[in-house]
C-alpha cells in the first residue's frame, strides 16, 4: 500500500541492547524526519534528511544514529538503549518545500519501551 | 528554549460551539505554519496551514488565523464535534537552509462535549 510504514508497531528492549526501528515511505519524498512524542514534551524532532545520503541532527538527537542509503528508507538505530529513550517513535516524510509548501505526512508510530 | 508554545494543555467545549486552540511562537524567522490533528494510537495528521503571507486561511469548519506582529496564531472550529476531539498540534517551519524541519508545540487536547 502506498504511505509511510513504521515497524515494529510495538518493542520492549532491555537497556543497553541496540534496537532499530525501520520507516518505508512509497511516495519517493525527498525529506524524512524522526520525531519522539513524550509527555509534557510534544513532538521532538531527533534526525532528519533532505535526500539519500544527506541526514541532520534535530534538537535531541544524542544515543540515537540514522542513515539513509535509499530514498524511501529512513532506519532509527538506538546504539545502546536507555530508560530515557522509552518514548513513542514517529516518522514523517515530505514533498520537496518550496514557497507553497507541502505537508508532512506521519506513520503510525513506534512504541518502544526499554527495561 | 521552546520556540513554538501551546500554553493550554487542555480545552473542553461544547457540541456546536466553537473551539479555539493558541499558539504562539518566538522566532520570527519561521514563515509557514501548520497545524496537526492526533488521536490516541495514531499518527498525527495535516490539518490546515498558512503561510507568513497571508493573514487568514480557512477550510470548511477550520479557520487558521496568523498575528505576525504579536507572532501568534490561532485554529477556530466551528462549529465542533464530538470528532474533532484529539490532541492539536501546532508546528512551525522556519526559511533558509533547513526551512525543510518542522517545530512542534506540546499540543492541546481538545475534548468536544455531546
Known amino acids: 500500500d502506498a504511505g509511510i510504514t513504521q515497524s515494529p508497531r510495538y518493542k520492549i528492549t532491555e537497556t543497553g541492547r541496540q534496537v532499530t526501528l525501520m520507516c518505508h515511505q512509497t511516495?519517493?519524498?525527498?525529506?524524512m524526519f524522526w520525531y519522539r512524542q513524550d509527555l509534557g514534551h510534544g513532538l521532538r524532532l531527533i534526525y532528519y534528511s533532505a535526500a539519500a545520503d544527506i541526514t541532520d541532527k534535530g534538537e535531541v538527537p544524542d544515543g540515537y544514529v540514522v542513515s539513509r542509503s535509499k530514498t524511501e528508507n529512513f532506519p532509527l538505530t538506538l546504539e545502546s538503549a536507555t530508560r530515557s529513550q522509552t518514548s513513542v517513535y514517529f516518522c514523517?516524510?515530505?514533498?520537496?518545500?518550496?514557497?507553497?509548501?507541502?505537508?508532512?505526512?506521519f506513520g503510525q508510530g513506534t512504541r518502544l519501551t526499554v527495561v | 528554549d521552546q520556540q513554538v508554545k501551546q500554553n493550554s494543555p487542555s480545552l473542553s467545549v461544547q457540541e456546536g460551539r466553537i473551539s479555539i486552540l493558541n499558539c504562539d511562537y518566538t522566532n520570527s524567522m519561521f514563515d509557514y505554519f501548520l497545524w496537526y490533528k492526533k488521536y490516541p494510537a495514531e499518527g498525527p495528521t495535516f490539518l490546515i496551514s498558512i503561510s507568513s503571507i497571508k493573514d487568514k486561511n480557512e477550510d470548511g469548519r477550520f479557520t487558521v488565523f496568523l498575528n505576525k506582529s504579536a507572532k501568534h496564531l490561532s485554529l477556530h472550529i466551528v462549529p465542533s464535534q464530538p470528532g474533532d476531539s484529539a490532541v492539536y498540534f501546532c508546528a512551525a517551519r522556519g526559511s533558509g537552509g533547513s526551512n525543510y524541519k518542522l517545530t512542534f508545540g506540546k499540543g492541546t487536547l481538545l475534548t468536544v462535549n455531546p
Open positions: 511516495w519517493s519524498h525527498s525529506y
Open positions: 514523517a516524510s515530505s514533498e520537496s518545500l518550496g514557497r507553497s509548501s507541502t505537508e508532512a505526512f
